[in-house]
């Protein structure tokens, strides 16, 4: 492998198949990372989620695997923004099976034998249960990397894209990171900085590596500098301008979690028991709160996630629609070639 971080080229050589899982929260940066590993040599799904105003470059997600996502939390009473997604909700043995065989073969046939699949979609964290058991079956091993950004600049994406207010930002960050740590611990993993990943995305290249004891599957020269050219400052918005342990309700929790997934992406060591115990506060909070907040955000989800699969087919079908008139024009180009051949023919 060569790129220019002198560390990276120690790296042991990768296996012949894993699955790569950016985990995390929604507006932490998961879409930049996921990226610079597909750029890296990792695939991407063969339908991914188009930019829009809120993210121009792109989501790089599976758009069919993301509405098959918000299907399966609405099947538990859940939604992508219900900050009591986690703990896990399973549901009755049999059902569970099915859902778990459509996951296998959604991602079969978004993939299709990849070595390095790629699957970026925040609702992953939450639903890690399901989504191991279907790499399981389809033989990946897995490897998660987990980016952290500050809680409240994810607060002041949501704000603008979605209207959320800062408390029900705050808790929906902490819970989709605890569900990330949770549901990773068994599994080589990577905790990366957003900010490192804009600042010095070949050193946290290099940690991604060493923490998978494995090389990303293709980072040469021609790799690095397309990175080089996507990581630009513009990425970078909503810096945090206000104390977060002050957030009302959930801010003292969201800064203890914080403080330790901050520590884990300097490689720090950190104390088992803060997540513990701040599992357990989420888990008190959705006993007391949870009948009034996941009744409407599963509603409200139903709706989005309806707009979003007719905004994706309307996609699909303007891509198809497009491929259709070069394929017509190239036959056109192809029909006058022939008749101007019989036409000199025939003067002949």
Not at 141 to 147: E, L
Not at 311 to 314: D, E, K, V
């Given at each position: 492998m ?8 120690q ?13 995390g929260?929604?507006?932490s ?18 339908n ?9 470059r ?5 758009w069919r695997?993301?509405?098959f ?5 609405r099947a538990?009473?859940g939604?992508w ?7 896990y ?25 990849a ?6 979609d ?7 249960p399901?989504?191991?058991?279907a790499?399981s ?12 950004r ?11 894209r979605?209207?959320?207010?800062v408390?029900?930002?705050v ?10 740590e949770a ?15 804009l ?7 290099a940690?991604?590596?060493a ?13 690095g500098?397309a ?21 009302p309700?959930v801010?003292a ?14 490689d720090e ?8 115990r ?7 909070l ?11 955000t ?9 707009a979003?699969?007719a905004?994706?087919?309307?996609a ?18 192809i029909e006058?070639?022939v008749?101007?051949i019989?036409s ?5």
């Open positions: 060569t790129h220019a971080n002198s560390q990276s080229s790296a042991p050589s990768a296996p012949d198949r894993a699955a790569y899982l950016v985990l929260m929604h507006r940066g998961t879409s930049a990372l996921t990226q610079v590993l597909a750029l890296a040599g990792a695939t991407l799904p063969e991914v989620m188009p930019g829009d105003e809120h993210n121009a792109g989501y790089f997600e599976p695997i993301a509405i996502n918000d299907q399966r939390l538990g009473g939604a923004d219900d900050p009591f997604a986690f703990p909700r399973p549901v009755a043995p049999r059902e569970e099976r099915r859902w778990i065989s459509r996951a296998t073969d959604l991602f079969e046939e978004e993939f299709a034998g070595a390095y699949p790629l699957m970026k925040p609702r992953v964290s939450v639903l890690a399901l989504w191991r058991t790499l079956e389809l033989n990946y091993p897995m490897r998660a990397v987990i980016p952290v500050h809680p409240l600049e994810v607060a002041g994406s949501l704000a603008k979605n209207g959320f207010p408390e029900k930002s808790l929906l960050w902490t819970s989709y990171m605890l569900a990330a549901h990773s611990r068994d599994m080589p993993r990577a905790f990366v900085p957003y900010e490192g990943l600042s010095d995305w070949r050193g946290q290249a940690r991604v590596e923490a998978h004891g494995a090389a990303l599957p293709r980072l040469d020269d021609a790799a500098a990175i080089d050219d996507f990581l630009t400052g513009d990425l970078r918005h909503n810096a945090a301008d206000q104390d977060l342990a002050a957030v309700l801010g929790l969201a800064a203890q979690v914080h403080d330790w997934f901050a520590a884990a992406a300097r060591q950190r104390d088992p028991d803060v997540l513990r701040a599992a357990e506060a989420v888990t008190e959705r006993a007391t709160m949870g009948v009034f907040v996941s009744p409407v599963s509603a409200l989800d139903l709706a989005r996630v309806e979003l699969e905004r994706q087919f309307a699909f079908e303007q891509t198809r629609s497009v491929a259709l008139e070069r394929q017509l024009s190239d036959f056109q180009a006058r070639a008749d101007e019989l000199d023919a025939l003067d002949r």
